[in-house]
């Protein structure tokens, strides 16, 4: 059990901070206030660098975005700001609607939001809402057209950031997907950048018009997790709770449907791909733009048949380990 619950939060990074002091967790409103004094943040946009998420708030927000299914769901999170970091220590869901393209926050989520806040504050939690979160299920971690506006009106009160969470991707390779994301100031133009070295990402084809087209209003944070001893001991509770099922649960069948829906969209993009192969010219560019289409089409059979093998690997090692278990519990003859 302990070994499993290692084994999470290795492959998430999760790692302790300052155990003694919880010190991630000792809201200090006078380095607070100096920071939102003095706004760096307003003459470098690229000012905010990383994004450090509690292990319960990570929990949490995985386990909401799981929560919606197809559809996608929405969250704020709580904490405070430090120099050219967030430092998420909460979250808890909105009340908002959901459908399988976006979520939209109306005036009754806003005043759960205040009366959440408040309710914290006469609690004795001065965390302030430093972010807002939403899912991503089964097309990756970026943000849409309708993504980059909700969170250019976030930033204008202040410092905030976007996160989002793929739910299915996460149940498929065993490790949360997650982004954090700041748009730019609109008469603010960022210089081209290269984005040959990111992650490659398989978007399905429904999405593909959307993504990237906005890749120049905003850019990634480096995101990282940390747990207190307050979480190591929740965390402990629940994988007493679970850790059987947790164990017992087989990738491939818990993942199937996303699967199926990856190797259903690989295919049409192989027939896209097909035709503009016998409809393309010899021209340069053309043979250039057949590579690239090619090219993005095996990447994404690869990368189906990576989480199949690992899905394949976790089964089998589960089933020696269970065969074992059953073996040295039998009574010797």
Known sequence: MQAAQQSWELENGISVFDPQRDALYQYDEQTNKALNAQRPWAKDPYYFKYVRISATAL????????SGGSLEVMGLMQGYILHETFVVTDAFRLPVEGTETRVNAQD???EYMVSYLQSCRDAGRMENAVGWYHSHPGYGCWLSGIDVATQ???QMGGPFVAVVIDPERTISAGKVEIGSFRT?????????????DDEYQTIPLGKSEDFGTHANRYYSLETTHFKSTLDSEILSLLWNKYWVATLSQSPLFASRDYTSKQMMDLSQKI???SRQV???????????????QLDKVVRGGQRIVSEEVKGLLASEVKMKLFQNVGEQSKPAN
Not at 59 to 66: F, G, N, T
Not at 281 to 291: C, E, L, T
């Open 59 to 66: 929990l949490k927000m995985v386990m909401h975005a799981r």
């Open 108 to 110: 009754d989520a806003n």
């Open 152 to 154: 250019q009106t976030q």
């Open 184 to 196: 730019f100031p609109l008469d603010y133009t960022p210089a081209k950048e290269s984005h040959e």
């Open 271 to 273: 027939r896209k791909a």
């Open 278 to 292: 016998e409809h393309t010219g010899p021209r340069a560019g053309g043979v250039a733009n057949k590579d690239q």
